[in-house]
Every structure is written in structure tokens, then in C-alpha cells.
């Protein structure tokens, strides 16, 4: 191992899922891509072997965050890595609990940037050593039950592609990067945040609820997953042919299936999928794990402004808090954005 460098500052993305919601933990398929949305971790070599850390973003009072930071440290130097003492800094402008993965874009930043202070080269195999340490931070640090999906997409996402997950592999879970050409097809992305907060560190949450369900073998909740897991296969065969229209039926299906024999959507989420296509999308769906959080809309990019319009009157009408809108593309991956010494 090379001497640390000094300073390091990285960059890890948020996630968006296209397809194939609630299958990682359960051993099927998912199509996230990464976006553009960050956080940034500028990382400092101390003198002694402490973690210090700050966050921009930090709910004043809040300190659970900084558990995701230990444990990711932990889980480096538990895969034989030497992480010295450090001071820590986050900065980002991935929304926090809303569903794009902040929590991921976090363990992957700081991760990334440890990587870069040891100078150890950030290829496939280092990547996805990172993404498995960065999810276990969170499971068995943090406590939140996710099943690998965030840190993956964060970690090996690529421009313009989407990142095909088999969580079957035996060897581990697979990785494929889909070409996903949106834009050149006239089409855009649209994330809407309902606002409505979840926290998957809940451990007594519905997500941890659902996967119980899922290891009992409740029926309705698996015909999700291997209905969901025949959607993405479909997906990635839409997005090959350039068959938008069938991608958005999928889109669409998927949320169908996610509110009603999986239950974990709620009537904001609802409300959005209805009137985006109802306005004219090709399909939408909640993405993430549920309870809250995001749509993903896929949109002619003409009717883009139609849409987020449509749905900002549709949540004025009922009482409820303008959504925030996202237009996104799938982005790079984490990376090294400089070195200092
Ligand atoms: P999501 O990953 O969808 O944003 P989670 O509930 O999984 O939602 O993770 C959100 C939590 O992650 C926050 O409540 C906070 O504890 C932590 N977190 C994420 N990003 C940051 C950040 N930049 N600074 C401090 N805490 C963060
Ligand atoms: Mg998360």
C-alpha cells in the first residue's frame, strides 16, 4: 500500500430505479441507474487515529448520520484496508430520505474517497468490494435493511447507461450496463418528490415488514417479485429495440403491482403515476422502496412541463405540498475528483 495522500475529495451519485422494485434482497433483477444528483466527501489525514466528521446537510440534533460514516471506516478496515484517523466533510444535493439514495451516495463518497487517499486505483473489482462494504454499513452498522441495489448503482453506474443487477448470480450480484438513450429518443426522465419522508433505519418500518413477509413466503407479496423480475427482463428488451412505449406499460404495470399486492405505495405516489400518464406520459411508477419518496416518469420531452404542471395542480387540488420535480439522465458513477500531496 502506498502512503496516504493528505486529502482526498470524491464524489458519489444518487440512484433513480427504473425498474425492478423490492427484488435485491430477494434474490431477482433491478435497472437503477445513478444520477446526477451527489454527495461529496472531502476526506483530511489527522495526526491521530480519530473520525471527525461534518455534514452540511445534518439535521441539527441528528447523529445518526455519522453511523453510516463509522461503519463504512469499519467495514474497510474489516475487508484489511489501513484507514488512518480522518476528518471527514459531506456536502450534497441528493435530497435526504427521499428516495434517491443519499444514504448510498454517503457511504459510497466517503468510501471512494478513502479508496483515493490510499491510492488504491478504483477498478470493477475495487468497485464493487466498495459497494458490498458500503452496504453491509448500513445494514449492520445503521441497521437499515436494504439489499445492495443503492450502493451498486452508485458505484458502477456509468454515463448514459442504466446498470442491469442479477441478484441470483451465485458468484455475487451481477452487473450489465444498458445503453438507455432517452434523450436522443426525444424522451426525458422526471423524478417527482411527493415529499412524503420515510426512514428505511427503521427497523419496525414497512420495508423491514415486507422482507419478512417476503422470507415467509406470503404469496401476494412474491407474485410482486416474480411478476416485478419479469418486468425488468421485458424492460431491458424494450430499451434493446427502442420500444419507449412498451417501456413506459412496464413502468406503469410495475407501480400497479407495487400498490396493490405489494402495498407498500401511498395515495400521493398514486396521485402522481395517475396524473402524469393521464397527462400524457409513456408510464410512470413509484421508485425506492416505498412509503413515500419518488416517481420516475418517463415523458416525451415536449410534454415534460405539461406533466409536472398536471401534477402540481392534481396535489393543489387535494391540499397537498407542491411536489419537487427533477429532470435526470443516468450520470457516472463515483469517482476521485482530486488529490492533494
Ligand atoms: P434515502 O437514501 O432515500 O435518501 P435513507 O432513509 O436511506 O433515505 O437515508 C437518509 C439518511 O441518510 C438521512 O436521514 C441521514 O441520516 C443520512 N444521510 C444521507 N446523506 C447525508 C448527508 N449528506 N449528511 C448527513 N446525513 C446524511
Ligand atoms: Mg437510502
New binding site residues.
Partial sequence: MHSPRPAVVARAP?RVNLIGEHTDYNGGQCLPFAIRLA?TATVTLRADDQLRMT?????PG?A??QR?VVGVVAELRAAGWTVPGLDIG???T?????????????ECAVATAVAGLLGIPLDADTRRLLAGACRRA?TDHVG?P?GGM?QLASMLGAEGHALLVDFADPGGPATTPVPLPVTAAGLALLVTDTGVR????DGDGGYAQRRRECEAGEPRRLRHVTTENDRVRAAVEAIDDGEWDRLGALMTASHASLRDDFEVSVPQLDLAVETANGAGALGSRMT??GFG?CTITLVAADRAAVVREAVDAAYAERGWARPVHHLVEPGPGAEVLSTAG
Fill in positions: 444518487g454527495t455534514s452540511t446537510e445534518a439535521a441528528d445518526l448520520w453510516y459531506l456536502a450534497s441528493v435530497p435526504l430520505g427521499g428516495g434517491l439514495s443519499s444514504s448510498a451516495a454517503l448500513e437499515a436494504t443503492d420515510h426512514s428505511l433505519a425506492g422502496g419518496g
